[in-house]
C-alpha cells in the first residue's frame, strides 16, 4: 500500500541557518536568547544566528526534572530565563544520611551540562527547574562539533568561552572551600 502524503523531510520544514541569517525575526530572537550569556560572548550577529539554528528551545515548569545525575547525555543547555537549580544526592557517594543539597542556581545566560558534553561521561548532578520554571536552549554534541568544525572562528570562541566559565566557576568553589576552613 502507497501513502499519498508527500514526502517530507527536516530540512524541507525548517529552515536552514543560510535561510535564517536573513530573517531579522530570528536575528532578533538569537540576539536575545543568547544576548549577555557566557558561551556566546564575542559571537558576531550571523554567529548566533548559526547556532540559534542548531538548537532546541525546552520549556520546563517549576521543579521539572531536566536531567539526572549519572545519566549519560550529550547536551548542553543555556538558561534562556527562569533558573535552573543544580543538586547533588550524597548517596551517591556512599552518604545514605544526608538529604539531597542544592549546591547552585543557574540564571539567564549561564550554562549547564557542560561536563558532559566535554568529556562523554555521566551527568555529574541533577538539574530542576527553578521556582519559576525554565526555558532552555540545549544543543547535542554532535551538532555543536559539526557547527565547530565548520566554522572554526565559532568553534574557538565557544571552546574558550566554556572554558572561561569553567575556570570561573572552579574559582568560585575553591573560594569556598577556603572560606569554610
Avoid at 30 to 46: M, T
Amino acid at each position: 500500500m502507497t501513502s499519498t502524503e508527500p514526502d517530507t523531510h527536516r530540512e524541507d520544514i525548517v529552515p536552514g541557518p543560510e535561510t535564517l541569517s536573513h530573517d531579522p525575526m530570528f536575528i532578533e530572537f538569537a540576539q536575545q536568547v543568547f544576548g549577555g550569556s557566557e558561551i556566546a560572548d564575542g559571537l558576531a550577529p550571523d554567529q548566533l544566528v548559526q547556532l540559534a539554528a542548531i538548537g532546541q528551545m525546552r520549556v520546563y515548569d517549576s521543579g521539572d526534572l531536566i536531567c539526572d545525575e549519572h545519566e549519560h547525555s550529550d547536551e548542553l543547555y543555556i538558561v534562556g530565563s527562569g533558573a535552573v537549580e543544580v543538586w547533588l544526592d550524597p548517596a551517591s557517594i556512599g552518604d545514605q544520611t544526608s538529604a539531597p543539597r542544592k549546591i547552585a542556581s543557574l540564571q539567564a545566560g549561564q550554562t549547564c551540562g557542560e561536563l558532559a558534553l566535554l568529556d562523554g561521561g555521566v551527568r555529574s548532578a541533577r538539574l530542576r527547574a527553578g521556582p519559576h520554571g525554565a526555558r532552555l536552549m540545549a544543543f547535542t554534541c554532535a551538532e555543536l562539533l559539526a557547527l565547530c568544525e565548520a566554522d572554526t572562528g565559532i568553534g574557538y570562541r565557544l571552546m574558550r568561552n566554556l572554558a572561561g566559565a569553567l575556570a570561573l566557576r572552579l574559582r568560585l568553589q575553591d573560594m569556598q572551600l577556603y572560606s569554610s576552613e
